[in-house]
């Protein structure tokens, strides 16, 4: 099966950057769609950006043009680079994708195990 593994959090000041990465292992014959989502407390989890696997983007609203989603395909990672963080932007992020372990098994959805994000001064 497929394992998704994230890393880079940490607690950072509010305007600094933090990079997320997210490392697929395993089993995989394909992925398609990546992403990150991001959970605070006492709140829903909520989709900060994705990744298809022809390099089409999108953003949440409340961080487009702070953060940046990549992919390389040659190490099945994903990356988020989160520029001008703000206090808001405190969660855990957790990484997402659909992929399909096998050529003849259909996409699946996997998620990470999360990575705490603090921003705080």
């Known amino acids: 099966q497929v394992r998704l593994v994230e890393s880079g959090g940490g607690l950072v000041q509010p305007g600094r950057t933090l990079r997320l990465s997210c490392a697929a292992s395993?089993?995989?014959?394909?992925?398609?769609?990546m992403a990150w989502f991001r959970q605070a407390p006492g709140k829903q989890r909520e989709l900060v950006a994705s990744i298809t696997d022809s390099d089409t983007t999108t953003y949440a609203d409340s961080v487009k043009g702070r953060f940046t989603i990549s992919r390389d395909n040659a190490k099945n990672t994903v990356y988020l680079q989160m520029d001008s963080l703000k206090p808001e932007d405190t969660a855990v992020y957790y990484c997402?994708?659909?992929?399909?372990?096998?050529?003849?098994?259909?996409?699946?959805?996997?998620w990470g195990q999360g990575t705490q994000v603090t921003v705080s001064s």
């Open positions: 395993g089993t995989i014959f394909s992925i398609y769609n």
């Open positions: 997402n994708s659909m992929a399909a372990p096998h050529r003849w098994s259909g996409p699946s959805n996997y």
